[in-house]
């Protein structure tokens, strides 16, 4: 398949805020409803997460040599649309911006195959333009109790919507009854959006065993 032509600005142009990656994914939807770089209908937010809120993810900036990440929640942007591989935007990726599903399966996603049950990751796929209309964050899951902010936050003001001014657990979790979108599991996700299925025979045989 051929690649389709890349509608957000270059990872060094885009708003990023360290640990942010659901406000970070929230302005890249932005960026292509404003500026209409390409149909908003292909893009959807991918949260990646588990029940027990522990989710490994390998070549991550924030990682070191070939270990994975261990992340309460991920989020991601994923671009579908015919004719051309589905591509995937992740601002903390060491890998190309955007990449290709395939490659980010087999070297960021890898297999649930050989990780322990707890590792284990679903996703929640939401159409960007829900997204847009119905996330809210207040931030308050980084602050510290005593007020502090665990890590600095963006410098724009939250993000809200006229019914709520949080409601990130909704998209967080993995419970099908909750929030927008779908619930898949990683081979289910896989399935429905790559080209091939290539990924599976890529799989790494690390063990996630940590957490952080």
């Not at 600005?9 to 960026?31: G, I």
């Not at 015919?82 to 591509?87: I, R």
């Amino acid at each position: 398949m051929r690649r389709a032509e890349t509608i957000t600005p270059s990872r060094e142009d885009c708003v990023y805020t360290s640990c942010y990656c659901e406000e970070n994914v929230w302005k890249l939807c932005e960026y292509v409803r404003m500026e209409r770089t390409g149909p908003l209908e292909e893009m959807f937010v991918v949260f990646i997460s588990n029940e027990n809120r522990m989710v490994p993810l390998w070549k991550q900036k924030s990682g070191h040599g070939d270990q994975p990440v261990i992340w309460d929640y991920h989020v991601i942007l994923l671009q579908v649309c015919p004719q051309f591989n589905s591509l995937i935007y992740d601002l903390d990726s060491q890998l190309s911006f955007p990449c290709s599903l395939n490659l980010y399966a087999s070297h960021a996603l890898r297999s649930d195959c050989n990780i322990k049950p707890t590792y284990h990751r679903n996703f929640r796929v939401v159409p960007a333009d829900s997204f847009l209309c119905n996330f809210a964050s207040d931030r308050s899951h980084m602050k510290n109790s005593d007020g502090s902010w665990k890590m600095p936050p963006p410098p724009y003001p939250p993000i809200h919507t006229a019914e709520t001014q949080m409601n990130l657990d909704d998209f967080i979790s993995m419970n099908p009854a909750v929030g927008w979108g779908a619930v898949l599991s990683l081979d289910d996700f896989l399935q429905r959006y790559t080209s091939d299925l290539l990924w599976s025979s890529s799989s790494s045989s690390s063990s996630a065993t940590g957490s952080s």
